[in-house]
Nanobody
Framework: QVHLVESGGGLVQAGGSLRLSCAAS????????VGWFRQAPGKEREFVVR????????YIADSVKGRFTISRDNAKGTVYLQMNSLKPEDTAVYYC??????????????????WGQGTQVTVSS
């Protein structure tokens, strides 16, 4: 009964910004660490960012550091991914993922038990 639903994807020009949302239901939201992954056509799913249940601990992949930030509002059961200075290489389907336990392997897909359906982000030149 755990459901994650991403929203906010779309088409944006290079250099622009976009904010993605991940709305959760069916779980005690504050107990879950949440990550964002992305997958471009023909490529493996790639770790982007993650945030602890409390929101006090975050990790950001080097490829997006300084441009992307993650935050959460546990009262609303929502995690946000703010994407600034977007580049064409950021084009991908973005997935929200959650797991009850934090892990040192936070960048690995298999560490997350629950996934959303994904939202398409396309950055034009």
């Amino acid at each position: 009964q755990v459901h994650l639903v991403e929203s906010g994807g779309g088409l944006v020009q290079a250099g622009g910004s976009l904010r993605l949302s991940c709305a959760a239901s069916g779980l005690t939201f504050s107990s879950y660490t949440v990550g964002w992954f992305r997958q471009a056509p023909g490529k493996e799913r790639e770790f982007v960012v993650r945030i602890s249940g409390s929101g006090r601990t975050t990790y950001i992949a080097d490829s997006v550091k300084g441009r992307f930030t993650i935050s959460r509002d546990n009262a609303k059961g929502t995690v946000y991914l703010q994407m600034n200075s977007l580049k064409p290489e950021d084009t991908a389907v973005y997935y929200c993922a959650a797991d009850e336990y934090g892990s040192g392997r936070y960048a690995e897909v298999r560490q997350y038990n629950y996934w959303g359906q994904g939202t398409q982000v396309t950055v034009s030149s």
